[in-house]
């Protein structure tokens, strides 16, 4: 029986969880608000949280950081050698530990925030590390743009920012469009390798898929 190329086994080690701790912090915005005063104070932290979402897309001023990335990334995914990219790489453990691990594969990480990705790509570059490369992007738009059918042999995705609020759930990395590009970058029989902590995400992801 073929398997479905979204789902994956993955077999690897337990992941660090890079990005800080996916759990809900207790406060009152995952209460029911008593008062006027908590009510203003979610309501500011709402309009700060999108103002720096739309602050760091302003800074991209496209799907890549820098200007010359685009060329430099599309001549790293021509390639002969088996091709593995990650969605979110952040300070890049995952990524740079499988280009140690396996030589004779070439990985690309994808990183919204450019301090996390430039100081990745300087790194490995110390470290002599020649089939892994990071690049600072919108991730979802650069698989959706610049990656072609059928040229991945893996997608990785490792504990994504999981919005918690419902009406931010649509910012999720993993939704149904780019689980349908996911699925046109993959080759035959290619594998997503998704890990989440956030029980309603892994649900609604499985769902989607």
Known sequence: MQHDPLVSQPKIPPLPQENGSSEPALTESNQVSTSAAEAEAEAEDQTESDDDLESIQHLMRGRFFRDKDQTDFLGWIATEMPLELEIGSGKGLFLTNAAKRL???????????????????????????????????????????????????????????????????????????????????????????????????????????
């Open 103 to 209: 030589p004779n594969r070439r990985f690309v990480g994808l990183e919204l925030a450019a301090k996390y990705a430039l100081e990745c790509q300087s790194r490995i570059e110390r470290t002599e590390i020649r089939n892994a490369k990071f690049f600072a992007c919108d991730a979802v738009a650069v698989l959706e743009q610049d990656i072609a059918e059928c040229s991945l042999d893996a997608i990785h995705v490792y504990f994504p920012d999981p919005w918690w609020k419902s009406r931010h759930k649509k910012r999720r990395v993993l939704n149904e469009k780019s689980l349908c590009n996911i699925e046109r970058a993959l080759k035959p029989f290619g594998a997503l390798h998704f890990w989440t902590d956030v029980l309603d995400y892994y649900e609604g992801t499985l769902e989607l898929i």
